[in-house]
């Protein structure tokens, strides 16, 4: 399946004269041709910003994003971002309401959570969300080629813990030590950041 973006197109068909004139809306997928390492906005719920040059910037359908780029989310918002790499492998994150992030990519996504909830799904390469108000705690999703079953992760900080979903794929948790702790799919884990455990 091709990554793509969801349009609006309305009818543009001129009737005979006479003929009462009903408005319908079709779905147009079209698809995003890549230009190498690319993330950009995909959907948009209510207000996120961007740090621009230390000012907030409110973000927009289809911007594209540079990384580092800093993202806060209001109440009741969110965002979806589309990474879509050389390879043309394409990989996802959705960052809730009052969330805060740096968004850092090269060839996949690896993210830094400040605090509040992030979903990632990867393609090809591994992925890694880093928690730097977290003893710098990194959560590690394997990349995978199957697109059907694409490898999934959910996190969210509460307090000095973090709680990790790996919905689908290999998971795994490393603390500041780089001791390692795999994760089984469909588990929900508790990582307390300061103590490592």
């Known amino acids: ?22 408005t319908t809306e079709e779905v147009h997928s079209i698809p995003i041709r890549s230009t190498g390492n690319l993330a950009s ?10 740090s621009v040059e230390g000012s907030s910037a409110l973000l927009r359908l289809r911007d594209g994003l540079r990384s580092p780029t800093s993202l806060t989310s209001n109440p009741d918002s969110g965002v979806f971002i589309e990474l879509a790499d ?4 394409a990989s996802f994150l959705y960052l809730f309401f009052e969330s805060t992030m ?14 509040g909830r992030l979903y990632l799904q990867t393609g090809l390469d591994e992925a890694a969300i880093h928690f730097p108000n977290h ?3 990194i959560a590690i999703l394997a990349g995978s080629t ?3 079953n694409a490898n999934r992760m959910l996190v ?7 709680w990790i979903w790996c919905l689908s794929g290999i998971c795994s ?25």
Request: a negative charge; charged letters at 20%.
């Open 1 to 22: 399946r091709a990554p793509g973006l969801i349009v609006t197109l309305r009818s543009t068909l001129t009737p005979p004269p006479g003929t009462e004139v009903v």
């Open 41 to 50: 906005v995909s959907f948009i719920d209510g207000r996120v910003f961007k």
């Open 86 to 89: 050389a390879s043309d492998s």
């Open 102 to 115: 740096n968004l850092v990519y090269d060839t996949a996504f690896s993210p830094q959570l400040l605090n």
């Open 135 to 137: 003893h710098n705690a």
């Open 146 to 148: 199957d697109i059907e």
């Open 156 to 162: 969210e900080t509460v307090a000095t813990d973090i």
């Open 173 to 197: 948790v490393e603390n500041e030590h780089g001791d390692s702790i795999f994760l089984l799919p469909m588990t929900k884990s508790l990582f307390h950041s300061e103590t490592g455990d």
